[in-house]
């Protein structure tokens, strides 16, 4: 059972590149959300998913989409980075019924 | 708009001691009150949580005490040990809200010095 696992753990962008953080889980949660870490700011919600097919903005939606097409999936893609884009991001799950999210380890990203 | 309100930023406490942080909300409609804690270069794990039907709840040396007409809610640390530093989060959310989002404080950084 790996749980929330994240890839890649490291990566640097140019500019104006697009990417895809990867997020799977493999404990059938419903719920699942990107979060992005900065120093002093705790963990911010980007996107978050109810379940496959269903979608919706967090509190710092610009400059990033998301798609649901199964349970197990929840990629993150930023469509043409930023250096404010520079962060940590985790992607999280939960299962209806309990409270407590599942983190995966992360992805820093830099951009230059 | 900050939410969720989180101080100390850092701490440090000698083994042994009371490592004590305090949250402050706005949103009277949270409903779960969870705290997380984090190793460095892993992610933020559930510690210990609350309902604010109850004004406090002990899990081992991890105490969260819990004031609803003052809106805040802390976290105590009995005895602290050196693999108790980390940095900590407290976070609300309102359970029946779509996704159940959780709202961060901006966190603390623990050190337990031996």
């Known amino acids: 059972n790996a749980g929330v696992t994240q890839t890649p753990k490291f990566q640097v962008l140019k500019t104006g590149q697009s990417m895809t953080l990867q997020c799977a889980q493999d404990?059938?949660?419903?719920?699942m959300s990107w979060y992005r870490q900065d120093p002093g700011m705790g963990l911010r919600l980007i996107h978050y998913?109810?379940?496959?097919?269903?979608?919706d903005q967090g509190e710092v939606p610009n400059g990033y989409n998301v798609s649901r097409s199964t349970t197990e999936d929840f990629p993150l893609r930023l469509l043409s980075a930023a250096p404010s884009q520079t962060s940590v991001y985790f992607c999280a799950s939960f299962a209806t019924g309990r409270y407590g999210y599942t983190f995966g380890s992360g992805t820093r990203l830099t951009v230059v | 708009q900050q939410q969720v309100k989180q101080s100390p930023q850092s701490l440090i406490v000698q083994k042994g001691g009371i490592s004590i942080i305090n949250c402050a909300y706005e949103n009277t409609a949270f409903d779960y009150f969870p705290w997380y804690q984090q190793f460095p270069g892993k992610g933020p794990a559930l510690l210990i949580a609350?309902?604010?039907?109850?004004s406090e709840k002990k899990e081992g040396r991890f105490t969260i005490s819990f004031n609803k007409s003052a809106k805040q809610f802390s976290l105590h640390i009995m005895d602290s040990q050196p693999g108790d530093s980390a940095t900590y989060f407290c976070?609300?959310?309102?359970?029946?809200?779509?996704?159940?989002?959780?709202?961060f404080g901006g966190g603390t950084r623990v050190l337990v010095k031996p």
């Open positions: 976070a609300a959310s309102l359970i029946k809200a779509a996704g159940n989002k959780l709202t």
């Open positions: 404990m059938n949660h419903e719920y």
């Open positions: 998913s109810v379940g496959a097919g269903i979608t």
């Open positions: 609350i309902r604010p039907d109850v």
